[in-house]
C-alpha cells in the first residue's frame, strides 16, 4: 500500500450496484486527491478486484443485487483495510454484529461527509 497523502488515500474501492452513484463517489473522490478508484457492481467482482490489489480504503453498499456487501467486508476486515458502509437505511440498517462498529455514510450523502469520513478512517496510517 502507498502511504496517504493529506489524509486522502491513494487507492479506493467502492461496490455499488448503482451506476449513477458509483460514478458519482468516483468524481468525488477523484477530485479530492484519491489517485486511483475502482468499482465493482457484485461481491464477486469487489472480491477479484480486493485480489488483483489491496485498496486502501473502500465504500461498501451494503445492499446490492440480490445480495449483501458482508462477504467483501469479512475479506477487508481480514486484511486490516478500513472501510465504511454506505446505505439508505441509516442507522437502521441491520449489520452483522462483528460490523456494527464500522463507519456508516447515509444516502444520500454530502461530499464533507464522504471526506470527514476518508480523513477520519485513514489518520495515522
Not at 475502482?38 to 490489489?53: H, P
Not at 446490492?64 to 442507522?91: Q, W
Not at 464500522?102 to 444516502?107: D, E, M, V
Amino acid at each position: 500500500m502507498e502511504p496517504v497523502v493529506d489524509g486522502m488515500p491513494n487507492d479506493v474501492l467502492i461496490v455499488e450496484d448503482d451506476p449513477i452513484i458509483a460514478l458519482d463517489f468516483e468524481d468525488t473522490l477523484l477530485g479530492s486527491g484519491v489517485q486511483s478508484v475502482r468499482t465493482a457492481g457484485s461481491v464477486a467482482r469487489a472480491l477479484a478486484l480486493i485480489d488483483q490489489r489491496p485498496p486502501d480504503f473502500a465504500l461498501l453498499d451494503v445492499s446490492l443485487n440480490r445480495e449483501k456487501s458482508f462477504a467483501v467486508a469479512e475479506r477487508l476486515d481480514a486484511l486490516k483495510i478500513p472501510f465504511a458502509f454506505v446505505t439508505g437505511y441509516g442507522a437502521d440498517a441491520r449489520l452483522p454484529a462483528a460490523f456494527t462498529d464500522k463507519p456508516r455514510l447515509p444516502k444520500p450523502y454530502s461530499t464533507e461527509a464522504l471526506l470527514a469520513l476518508l480523513k477520519q478512517s485513514n489518520a495515522g496510517r
